[in-house]
């Protein structure tokens, strides 16, 4: 019998900071996140939340501190977690295409990469538009195709940056059924949003994240009910300026 590969979980981050265009974006965040809870950053635009998430994912190099997986191969850390992004890129190719790609590079052997994209398609409500041009479908459709992609490639970690905050109610709330089924699968789901109403249906725990600092970190009922932090009380009664 195949064993299951080993946890790339805990993640630990150790006084992260990342500065750019001489102000700190990120200023000296320490956490550790584990396997189960959806995890939700929130906070306003220009808090750090898309920042924070790329350090974690590794796109970025923090300026000072220390980012910890429990996994140290970096080439099997990196085929074990996945990023969607708010707008992602679509390839010049059908949307079955663009699923089977992903597993191609991945290394993962034709039939199964067959059996795989369609799965993942019908998973996400795309089957019957698997011959269509990625690039053509909507704006909704394509960030289930995204998920798709990224679900296709089993990650134990999914990080998910602002997914539906360019998408109409009906297209938020179906990407956000997605991301349960993903959760339900046993893939850890990393999430930044600035909508309450979202990190509310989606979170077991919240990061609120002010100014680039970890302002808040607890259960979703506690941080709503009996938020700990001045910043957070006012965010959540809507009177925190958008920074």
């Known amino acids: 019998m195949m064993r299951a590969p080993s946890s790339i979980l805990p993640l630990r981050l150790v006084e992260i900071s990342f500065n750019a265009g001489g102000r700190a974006i990120i200023d000296r965040v320490s956490l550790e996140l584990a396997t189960g809870t959806r995890t939700v950053i929130l906070g306003a635009n220009g808090a750090g939340k898309s920042v924070l998430m790329r350090l974690m994912h590794g796109l970025l190099a923090p300026s000072s501190g220390r980012i910890e997986w429990s996994e140290s191969d970096a080439k099997r850390l990196r085929a074990r977690q996945a990023m969607v992004f708010q707008r992602p890129v679509m390839l010049r190719r059908s949307a079955l295409a663009n699923v089977a790609y992903g597993l191609e590079i991945a290394g993962v052997p034709r039939p199964e990469r067959e059996r795989r994209t369609w799965e993942c398609l019908e998973r996400v409500g795309l089957a019957h538009l698997a011959a269509r041009a990625a690039r053509v479908l909507s704006?909704?459709?394509?960030?289930?195709?995204?998920?798709?992609?990224?679900?296709?490639?089993?990650?134990?970690?999914?990080?998910?940056?602002?997914?539906?905050?360019?998408?109409?109610?009906?297209?938020?709330?179906?990407?956000?059924?997605?991301?349960?089924?993903i959760h339900e699968a046993g893939t850890k789901i990393v999430m930044s949003t600035h909508n309450l109403g979202q990190a509310r249906r989606i979170a077991d725990e919240i990061l609120f994240l002010h100014a680039g600092r970890l302002a808040e970190r607890a259960p979703v009922e506690r941080f709503f009910t009996q938020p700990a932090s001045a910043e957070a009380s006012a965010f959540i009664k809507g009177e925190l300026p958008w920074i």
């Open 139 to 181: 704006g909704g459709e394509q960030q289930r195709l995204a998920l798709a992609r990224a679900w296709a490639l089993r990650p134990q970690v999914l990080f998910l940056d602002e997914p539906t905050a360019s998408l109409d109610p009906s297209a938020a709330r179906e990407v956000e059924a997605i991301v349960q089924a």
